[in-house]
């Protein structure tokens, strides 16, 4: 596979031209209080499904899984796939670690994880990781594996969202078992 990526950054030339670049955070999280519960906004430069794995760890299992396809292209439905039974910790990390190329690398979808605590880690369309819950836990992990703290979590602007052709076998992969999940429309804040 060629580097694919999930967000590019347009950037203005000398020429006054747009080019895209490959866009990656800075290793930074950040505090954010929400209408409902502060939050952490995580943005690894890379490896976040690695760090999506760790973060788990600081939640209570059981979890239930929601996937996002906002932009189906291999097949699937536009929708919300939420998982219809629970899986533990060890069972989401090999979740991730069977579609790490694809959840990091196509902007198609986005990731929810719920635990019976009520933490929640969402993977966006972003790459930008959001922490509810155990926030200070969270910051361990977070320190640990070297990212530091910052004012705020921003995108690219512009920038520009890839979802590619070579990824259309990972999503028919991972929703042809219609046993695990239950499909219901997507929601206005899921764009």
Known sequence: MTDLYKLGWLREGQDGALTEERFEYGNIWAKEQTTGPARLAIAPKSHHVELLGKLVDCLKPPFLLLY??????????????????????????????????????????????????????????????????????????????????????????????HYHAEFDLDENRLLRNKEWWTLSPLQDADD
């Open 68 to 161: 996002v396809l906002a932009i189906p292209r291999g097949g699937g439905e536009a929708g919300r796939y939420q998982s219809n039974y629970s899986f533990t910790a060890q069972q989401v990390r090999e979740f991730l670690s069977s579609f790490t190329a694809f959840l990091e690398g196509d902007a198609r979808h986005s990731l929810w994880i719920r635990s019976s605590d009520q933490g929640m880690l969402v993977h966006d369309r972003h790459n930008v990781i959001y922490a509810y819950g155990p926030l200070g836990r969270f910051v361990e992990v977070l320190d640990a594996a070297g990212l530091a703290e910052s004012e705020e979590v921003r995108f690219p602007s512009p920038h520009v969202h």
